[in-house]
């Protein structure tokens, strides 16, 4: 092919970018927000172990681009930037696949593996080769009920039962009398889980909501139509942090009063709990699930520890978080870690 | 197989009833089967079964509100139809145009906070980058000559990786920063993302571009040469070089055109929800598609309307919301979307066939 023609096209972009230098110098830098406005936060840090190095697979079912799981991942790297862990980091959403991923990991002859059960029985036979490889294995995430029975070390996360329950408590002490429960992705065990935790201690009504959620304009209508059908609702409790503040939005279109609630945070909805958007947040802690099953493995091959000593999952969530504590939480959340 | 098959008799008669009036097999049929025979008036009677299904079940649809709820999910779907389905009648499709959505809105969005510059600034540079991912993918196909289903394959899957990573490397999150504090935002908001008050009734904008664009997209199909030049590259590109239609400029603007398209729905996204997250827009190609499809437009290329997709897409954002004001139980939400779909697109090829039979 000639290779005069490609190169003329690739000058779009580059010009592109030039004009917006140009734009910059010409003035258009904007005197509020951005990246200027945001405070340059000091990222946790504690040393540096004198271990020798050693390398640990984490291996979740994370689906690309979810701020969930960016947070876990980043409270594994913490970890592994303190016990000289090399970290090696793979995800895949369909079970198969990330039952290969660790399998590639048991390959690697890596010192260690944290994995996520949201499949357990997909992922049986590859834990069994990692124990008979003498790797050790932990839990997090999900998996609270099934860890033991693969096998596994240690786990690290919260009981989505238990969350939902905790959160149906908090309604009942809010006076709240129906609520609908959002599931952002139809079919994941986890958030339906939360649901079913929610009506088991909830006295009020409980329905659910599906909602397409890689199409925010799709999510943001369909609630709305949900509140114009049912005026009675007045929570909506989501599954996740973006979905709450599109909820608010949501809420005042179809006119509604309906309160909302989540689970799970991230930056932008601990300044709409301040402001009193939303009311509060159940948080599980992902940072600290990663960093626990990374930190974990370190302990057990530098000192012999268990957490949770073999019998008992280690729990993370969960954490309330709303009006009252919200400040504490929010600095920690602008740095993605919270 | 069967599809094709039935299919048939249906590309030859819309650009034979639609720009040239004086072709002599539809001049001796009756008006009413030549009504019938245009591609939307199917989906158009398919759309008013599933308005009036839905009026009778769930009488919340029966409020203005309501309306303006299921018009504004429609409209978010229907103004990226009207550009897929117009490349679906120039004879290619687009695989990537949802990922597209979010590399636009992720473009405007990052740049603009990065840079700390006013957001009118990520707001033009993203349009030069989705008409460049456009442009791209119109040029490969060109080039090459490789089906686009292959090409668009490939850059969704590269723009859902990029969107991923680069967001990943500049924020140091997987969503971007909210930029709702930021010169220019209210002004950009005004224009892609405001509301009206009609009557007491909260009124989307994007409702009234998706109409503008329609009756533009119609104009332009059925009274200007490039409408011509569209339908004869979707039907056979070589006999239409033959004639001195531009195949490569034809082909190579419409795919620009669905960047066009996914920049406006970005732009729209950024200043409705202030942040965009990188995983977003994944499976929306899909319904973009099947809106232009049950629009009757084509698979095959060569025969569509520009109408005919905004009733595609309106009858998806009816389904999608006449579900839930009816208050049923939400698991059966895709199975029933399905079904109502399925049925709408056998209306429209049975009053197809029917209207054609002579």
Known sequence: MDSSSPRSRRIAPVVAMAAAVALTLAGCSSSSGGKKAEESADGASAGKASTPQMTVALVTHQSPGDTFWDIVRKGAEAAAAKDNVKLIYSADPNAGNQSNLVQNAIDQKVDGIAITLAKPDALKGVVAKAKAANIPVVGLNSGVSEWQKLGLMEFFGQDETVAGEALGKRLNEEGAKKAVCVIQEQGNIGLTQRCDGVKKTFSGTTEVLNVNGTDMPSVKSTITAKLTQDKSIDYVVTLGAPFALTAVQSASDAGSKAKIATFDLNKDLTGAISKGTIQFAVDQQPYLQGYLAIDSLWLYKNNGNYMGGGEAPVLTGPAFVDKTNVDKVAAFAAKGTR | ?358
């Not at chain 2, 930029?179 to 950009?188: E, N, V, W, Y």
């Not at chain 2, 409408?227 to 082909?251: H, L």
């Not at chain 2, 629009?295 to 006449?322: D, E």
Request: proline share 4%; with cysteine.
């Open chain 2, 1 to 358: 197989m069967s599809m094709t098959h039935h299919a048939e008799p249906a590309v030859t008669t819309p650009p034979a009833s639609g720009p040239r009036k004086t072709d002599g097999r539809t001049a001796e049929r009756p008006l009413a089967l030549r009504v019938l025979a245009r591609p939307e008036v199917g989906v158009f009677l398919g759309a008013v079964a599933v308005y009036v299904f839905f009026l009778i079940t769930a009488p919340p649809v029966r409020e203005a509100g309501s309306m303006a709820n299921i018009l504004y999910q429609s409209s978010t779907i229907g103004i990226m139809a009207l550009p897929v389905a117009l490349l679906m009648i120039g004879g290619e499709f687009d695989l990537s145009s949802g990922v597209a959505v979010i590399t636009s809105a992720l473009t405007a969005s990052m740049l603009a906070y990065q840079l700390s510059m006013n957001v009118w600034v990520g707001v033009v540079v993203a349009l030069a980058v989705s008409l460049a991912i456009g442009f791209f993918n119109g040029w490969m196909v060109m080039k090459t000559g490789l089906p686009s289903f292959l090409i668009t394959l490939g850059t969704f899957l590269i723009l859902q990786g990029v969107n991923l990573a680069v967001t990943k490397l500049v924020t140091t999150n997987v969503a971007t920063d909210d930029i709702s504090d930021m010169d220019g935002f209210d002004q950009a908001k005004k224009i892609f993302a405001s509301s009206f008050d009609i009557g007491g009734v909260e009124v989307k904008i994007t409702i009234f571009y998706w109409l503008a664009f329609a009756a533009l997209a119609t104009w332009v199909l059925l009274r200007t040469r490039y409408g011509n030049w569209i339908f004869a590259v979707g039907g056979n590109k070589e006999s239409a070089r033959a004639v001195g239609v531009p195949v490569n400029f034809t082909k190579i603007s419409l795919f620009m055109l669905v960047g066009f398209g996914a920049w406006f729905i970005g732009m729209h996204q950024l200043f409705t929800f202030n942040t965009v997250q990188s995983g977003e827009g994944v499976g929306q190609e899909l319904i973009y598609i099947s809106a232009a499809v049950i629009g009757g437009c084509l698979l095959t290329g060569g025969a569509g309307s520009a109408i005919g997709p905004v009733f595609g897409a309106f009858m998806f954002g009816m389904v999608q919301q006449g579900i839930v004001y009816a208050g049923w139980n939400p698991d059966w939400f895709k199975a029933f979307l399905g079904v109502m779909l399925l049925g709408a697109v056998l209306i429209n090829l049975w009053v197809s066939r029917t209207a054609t039979r002579r």
